[in-house]
């Protein structure tokens, strides 16, 4: 299986949440008060 590796700057720069869609559907991706990842459909 192959992968790429990317620092949370990298996907995020100065962001704290994007949006990811995947087969059809939104996904939001956040980075919280406590620098945690948070993935929500």
Do not use: A, D
């Not at 299986?1 to 995020?12: D, P, W, Y």
């Not at 962001?15 to 919280?32: A, D, K, P, Q, V």
């Amino acid at each position: 299986m192959k992968k790429k590796i990317i620092t949370s700057l990298e996907l995020f720069g100065e962001l704290h949440e994007i949006i990811i869609i995947h087969s059809g559907e939104e996904y939001r991706l956040r980075i919280t008060s406590n620098n945690k990842l948070i993935m929500t459909k």
